[in-house]
């Protein structure tokens, strides 16, 4: 009985030290990023880049899931974050401009800018007009010269209904033709993966979406791309895509940030923390491939400066939507 009890005993420490090993060697808590559209789009490609990123990293021994949520291009993630996961601090929503100027709109219900954490940005996309790789049109010009001989033979197409951000930057494109936006024919898609989708299979002859979208098919020789909505060529597999400057076109420039946020309620230290692994990671070499990779050029703010940022930019994008029709400043 004795010996029962000691190698009883014995069982019992040695059970101890592998719960304590395995205790030490289980993965910190996982990461998810919600993407709030189809794979393919934007908010897909910012999970995608964060995932490269956080795998890289040495200090981050933990599990990054990438999770879809359609619906009203990212309303769907934001009440998701906002009503049932408040407080997770592994939590991340992808976001861009877009997203800013749907909570300008009302497109997220009664929410405001001030109703999540702000974590991230991780880079700014730029918009670009892409047709099909055979469409007729040969450059920018002859695009608007077509429009503006028969604007209703042109459909435009892009993430977002009307008064969304691929809808302003065609609405600026048609404008740039001399066609007024409401005579433009537009055909609205849940997200960039579904517009990319319809128009390499010709169901629309235009998309003015952002170039890390785009990228992709412009290397698989499936899109052509006429133009970037920026100040400059963009670096990498784009720098051949010229300006509208470039070409004597006025078209304003579209600059589309990219980043993430997370729950109203997730603690400020966990903030904190949050910040300074984008801060680490944002100097990354692997990082900063990956980004040029997708046609992105640097843009990184974090916590309190993002915050800043987001509110400005949201009276901007107000002021924005009210010259077109969309709203008041």
Sequence with gaps: MQLFAISLRRVFAAASVVLASAACATPSPEFECIAGAQPGGGFDRTCKLLRTAFADDPSLNRHFRIRHMPGGIGAVAWHTV???RRAEPNTLVAFSTGSVLNIVLGRFGKGTVNDVRWIA???????????????????LPSLLAHLKAKPSSVIFGGGGRLGSQDWMKSALVARAAGVPHKAMRYVAFEGGGESLTALISGHIHVYAGDASEIAP????????????????????????????????????????????YAGPDVPPADVERLTRI??????????VKA???????????????LTT?????????????????????
């Design 291 to 305: 980004r040029d990779d997708l046609g992105m050029t640097p843009f990184n703010l974090r916590g309190e400066a």
């Design 217 to 260: 098919f412009v290397k698989s020789g499936e899109v052509r791309l006429l133009t970037v909505l920026a100040a400059a060529r963009l670096p990498g597999v784009l720098s051949n895509v010229p300006t509208p400057r470039e070409l004597g076109v006025s078209i304003e420039e579209w600059t589309t940030v990219r980043g993430v």
């Design 82 to 84: 906002t009503s049932q």
């Design 121 to 139: 940005t991780v880079g700014a996309d730029h918009g670009a007009v892409a047709v099909r790789a055979d469409a007729p049109y040969a450059d």
């Design 278 to 287: 984008f801060e680490r990671i944002s100097r990354s070499e692997s990082f």
């Design 309 to 329: 940022y987001v509110k400005k930019d949201a009276q901007r994008l107000k002021k924005l939507a009210s010259d077109f029709g969309l709203g008041s400043p």
